[in-house]
């Protein structure tokens, strides 16, 4: 009897060491940072982009995920590269990205072109 205590006992020690090994890493999100003002005007250009991506034959057909992803690259084929193309958009993930995203956009939309 002492012996199955005993084996209950560390193997609740290992799956609790377990868990609060899985608790302690955290998992670090990196991207990169573009800043962004959510002005009329900001929001009026990013809107104008997208409602012409929308229409394109590319993305025209694509839905869920798919198209949010289309219509990003659409947008800014540079700024989804920057942002979104190591680590792809996930199917209900939260997009904290998106106004990264917004505001590299700007950044370069606002850019003279040689």
Do not use: W
Request: aromatic residues 10%; negative net charge.
């Amino acid at each position: 009897m002492a012996a199955y205590i005993l084996a209950g006992v560390v193997l609740v020690a290992f799956i609790t060491g377990e868990i609060l090994s899985i608790e302690n890493k955290k998992a670090v999100f990196t991207f990169p940072e573009f800043p962004y003002k959510e002005t009329i005007k900001n929001e009026m250009a990013f809107r104008e982009y997208e409602s012409a991506c929308e229409q394109s034959p590319s993305c025209v057909h694509t839905t869920g995920i798919s198209r949010i992803r289309c219509l990003r690259e659409c947008v800014s084929p540079s700024c989804y590269q920057d942002i979104y193309q190591t680590d792809q958009l996930e199917e209900g993930e939260i997009d904290v990205r998106l106004n990264s995203f917004k505001g590299c956009f700007i950044q370069r939309a606002s850019r003279p072109r040689p």
